[in-house]
């Protein structure tokens, strides 16, 4: 909830004048509220503008789009794909109907322009945020870890000027990318030309290098100005329940490393997958697909093998998913549950593993228990099950999605770092330093299992702090440039009212029968349903905002017509004696993100609005009789040429 007052274009002094939008400041709005105030912004671990390029997208302006959406993320092209998006999850417009499908609308504009088109790199670099200019004494630099953090540690760290070289013991780069997510949500080629992108920046890529026995920590970290550890979580957990250790029990780890290294491995006709989250799904799956046998006389599974041979085993395999969470608690993306069932992927809600039953060694049935709980009363994962209740299914291998771990046994016995009892790398959170100056850790190895953009941003994160550790550089706070609308000639699709009117759009898929194991599943939007999906969004960047001032006559007459006008009920005139008679006024804020402080509370109202209900329709300043009431977009100064393409109605 806010109080606003004052105009905020003085942003505790980082406004940028910009020619004819902008307008005179009375007080400093708080910066925390401005960047908060734009929900996907705010939930992308990167800062991507999202509502700015799919409202580019909805105008046709397919380069700025794409410009805009690569600036901060290393991986565009990748998250496209294969994002977990909580950008969608903070999206406004779920409170009108659906979030806008922004995942799906990067990959629209990165399949024309990323790195997977026939675009020059050259091109593509012009589109890159450059964290900072290139060092005049550059460093060198050791990442041990070619996976997300790795790799986009060392795409920054390339572009301030500095020598990485990047070590990983896989024969592939990519790490989980390449060995956890399955081909048919990642094509090969993509993840290869992201990874090709990072090389022409000037990074050096060594593979098949395994620290702690090729190359010992402490000769790396002496030979090196910084090293930054990113190796991941690359040991599946396993249950401490009788028989997990037959022959035909797997980690989920070593079954995804497996299948997309085309390594041979055996699986049985039945396989039973334990777990309820996104990785459980990637199991179940591929499992489904999955070329690989028990059977003597049958080839394994290698991801060379002719596609109409692998296409002649599809979707055989009989997979069952036993899930501790009902339908609704599962951690999973509900497009994957609906894809999965689609697939014929049986799933087993609330029950949970008891034993691995076995005969003559191997696994023969999952034995599980009835689960009364999953969470307890404050919330936190206390799963409960209830004995008695047992129940066999019966399966040739159990496949454990429950989990990941951190290997840290590469560091040797004196690496000098402090570790967090559930085994990963403690570090500074700000900066991702750890306790031996010059050495940084991010990803997985230092927070455990994430997804993927989170990761990026440790990336890039730690790579400005080492270039900070190296040359003593620092970055300036964010400045912005503040445009205000003339309220009678504003111009927005929801100010028609015709909003509800757009429905989110359904991502195409390839029939069931044609997914293998390389076949992607989901299909990129057509322009017409792209243009479609990008109109709805509620453009956040742009603000109601109360600007009294008696230099301009814009003092409210507490009419109330904004009160009635608004759509949402979002805005309240109350009156001072009673905000503080029902202690509101604790919960609001003044522009500058101070207390709302009641001097005099008998005298006077404050307009009240509820920032988390806005839609940025117009009508409230469009109804202001005296002008108080404006309209006004906030654009991020080193974005704004491209940003402040999206305020305008085509």
């Known amino acids: ?24 400041a009375h007080a400093p709005l708080n910066g925390r509220w401005l960047e908060t105030n734009f929900p996907c912004r705010a939930a992308c671990p990167v800062g991507t503008h999202a509502g700015g390029y799919v409202t580019l997208i909805a105008q046709g302006r397919w380069r700025e789009a794409y ?15 294969v994002c977990a998006h909580p950008c969608e999850a903070a999206c406004r417009r779920g409170a009108i109907d659906s979030p806008i499908n922004i995942r799906a609308l990067k990959r629209v504009v990165t399949e024309r322009l990323g790195v997977e088109s026939e675009r020059p790199f050259e091109d593509v670099l012009r589109c890159v945020e450059r964290p900072r200019p290139p060092a005049e004494c550059p460093g060198r630099v050791a990442v041990v870890g070619a996976g997300p953090a790795g790799l986009s540690c060392a795409h920054d760290l390339a572009l301030m000027g500095h020598r990485v070289v990047v070590l990983d013991a896989a024969p592939v780069a990519g790490g989980m990318m390449r060995l956890g997510i399955p081909e048919y949500r990642l094509p090969r080629e993509v993840l290869d030309s992201e990874i090709d992108f990072v090389r022409f920046l000037g990074a050096e890529i060594r593979l098949g290098v395994e620290v702690g026995k090729d190359v010992l920590f402490r000769d790396l970290v002496a030979a090196h100005d910084a090293v930054f550890l990113a190796p991941g979580c690359r040991q ?5 329940i009788p028989g997990a250790g037959l022959k035909g029990v797997l980690t989920a780890v070593d079954f995804l490393a497996a299948a997309n290294l085309g390594t041979p491995l055996e699986v049985g006709e039945r396989v039973v997958v334990v777990g309820g989250g996104n990785v459980a799904y990637d199991v179940a799956r591929t499992a489904r697909r999955f070329g690989g046998t028990s059977l003597p006389d049958e080839e394994h599974h290698n991801l060379a093998v002719d596609a109409a041979v692998v296409a002649s085993r599809l979707l055989r395999r009989d997979v069952t998913m036993v899930a501790l969470e009902a339908r609704h608690e599962m951690p999973a993306d509900p497009r994957e549950i609906e894809e999965g069932s689609e697939e014929g992927i049986r799933l087993v809600n609330r029950r949970g593993p008891k034993a691995v039953l076995g005969s003559n060694g191997s696994a023969r049935a999952l034995q599980t228990l009835a689960v009364s709980r999953v969470f307890d009363e404050q919330g936190r994962f206390a799963p409960e099950m209830v004995q008695g209740t047992e129940s066999e299914i019966a399966c040739d291998t159990v496949i454990l999605a429950v989990g990941q771990a951190a290997d840290l046994s590469f560091l040797g016995s004196d690496h000098g770092l402090a570790t967090a009892p559930q085994g990963t790398i403690q570090v500074d959170r700000r900066d991702l330093s ?12 230092a927070f455990g299992p994430r997804i ?3 990761a990026v941003a440790d990336g890039r994160r730690a790579a400005r702090s080492i270039d900070t550790f190296i040359t003593g550089r620092t970055d300036a706070l964010p400045r912005y440039a503040v445009r205000v609308f003339d309220a009678l000639g504003y111009d927005h699709p929801f100010a028609r009212g015709d909003y509800e009117k757009v429905p989110r759009g359904v991502l195409p898929t390839i029939p069931v029968e044609r997914r293998g194991l390389r076949e992607q599943v989901e299909q990129v939007l057509g322009e017409v ?20 001032s008696r230099m301009l006559g814009s003092e409210c007459i507490q009419c109330g017509g904004c009160v009635d006008v608004c759509p949402e009920q979002c805005i309240d005139l109350v009156a001072l004696l009673r905000l503080a008679a029902s202690g509101e006024a604790r919960g609001a804020r003044l522009p500058d993100g101070s207390p709302l402080e009641l001097a005099e509370p008998s005298r006077g109202a404050a307009l009240i609005k509820d920032e988390t209900a806005c839609i940025r329709c117009g009508l409230c300043a469009r109804r202001c009789p005296v002008g108080l009431i404006t309209m006004q977009a906030f654009h991020r100064a080193d974005e704004s040429e491209l940003s402040c393409l999206a305020d305008q109605v085509l």
């Open 67 to 81: 410009a805009l959406a690569r600036r901060p993320n290393p991986f565009a092209s990748i998250c496209g794909r």
């Open 434 to 445: 750890t306790t031996r100056p010059g050495v940084f850790a991010g990803g997985d190895v």
């Open 452 to 454: 993927v953009i989170e």
């Open 1 to 24: 909830m806010s109080a606003a007052i004052q105009s905020p274009c003085a942003l505790d002094g980082r406004a940028v004048r910009t020619a004819r939008d902008w307008y005179g």
């Open 236 to 240: 599946g957990r396993s249950l401490k």
């Open 529 to 548: 349903d792209a243009r479609a999906e990008g109109s709805r969004c509620l453009h956040c960047w742009v603000n109601t905002v109360f600007d009294s």
